[in-house]
């Protein structure tokens, strides 16, 4: 079984419509679940609020008592210009990094140094928040969408992604993110689910779709309800062929 995990419902609205829903339920920190099937796959989908905290809560909750084959983070995300990306077009994740990990360097606000500790153990990586992810899946993942969105102006792309807790809201901070990490996609949940998923040693995957520009908060440019759509049709490809 997949876990799905969204951090709105809006985000996950489409999804809901295209499966059948066979049970609600509410967790005691009042996460929202539902046990559903697509075609004939099963899968359970976690509403887990927004943020690294809401998110590595919800799921660390999950894992603790059940297995999955595949932990699946979607939903919207932001887009940096200087990929090309458009609203809509679909990112998939090669790697996630937390950008507030590290140790503070005179260099750049962003280009920390590694903390002295591993945040999973015998991962050095983890001391600047970065996670690989499993090169398989992510080129599975790709195919499958690539395929999907044959018929679709979608464009589908590979890429490291960033969390963040504070949203670029500036074209210098944009820039300056984009100089450090090279990102295609920045959202606020991927890290923390990363994290937790390789700690409980199940395999992850992010796949996105760009809702606004990263940068300067400019809402007419944005369209968070196309992105949904585009990310929940995403999302039940990979649970129909995955």
């Not at 976690?46 to 998110?55: A, D």
């Not at 960033?162 to 500036?170: D, E, F, G, K, L």
């Not at 984009?178 to 992850?204: H, I, K, R, W």
Request: hydrophobic share 40%; charged share 20%; glycine share 8%.
């Amino acid at each position: 079984m997949i876990l799905i995990l969204s951090a709105t419902k809006t985000e996950a609205a489409d999804l809901l419509t295209r499966a059948a829903v066979i049970k609600k339920a509410r967790s005691s920190a009042g996460r929202t679940t539902y046990l559903c099937t697509y075609g004939s796959r099963p899968f359970k989908l976690i509403i887990t609020g927004p943020g690294s905290i809401n998110c590595a809560q919800a799921l660390a909750g999950e894992l603790e008592h059940n297995k999955f084959n595949l932990v699946l983070q979607t939903g919207t995300a932001g887009i940096f210009k200087e990929t090309g990306l458009c609203l809509g077009d679909i990112g998939i994740a090669e790697s996630e990094t937390y950008i507030h990990t590290g140790v503070e360097t005179p260099f750049s606000s962003f280009k920390h140094a590694p903390l002295p500790f591993d945040l999973i153990p015998g991962n050095r990586a983890s001391r600047t928040g970065f996670f690989y992810f499993k090169e398989n899946l992510v080129e599975k993942a790709f195919d499958i969408l690539t395929d999907h969105f044959s018929d679709t102006a979608c464009n589908i792309t590979r890429g490291p992604f960033i969390t963040v807790s504070v949203i670029t809201a500036t074209k210098k901070s944009a820039k300056a993110l984009y100089a450090v990490f090279s990102p295609c996609m920045e959202a606020m949940e991927g890290s923390a689910a990363a994290q937790v998923a390789a700690l409980y040693n199940t395999d992850f995957l992010e796949i996105r779709a760009g809702s606004n520009p990263v940068g300067v908060r400019d809402k007419t440019r944005w369209d968070i309800p196309f992105a949904s759509r585009r990310a929940c049709r995403a999302a039940a490809a990979v649970i129909e062929k995955f």
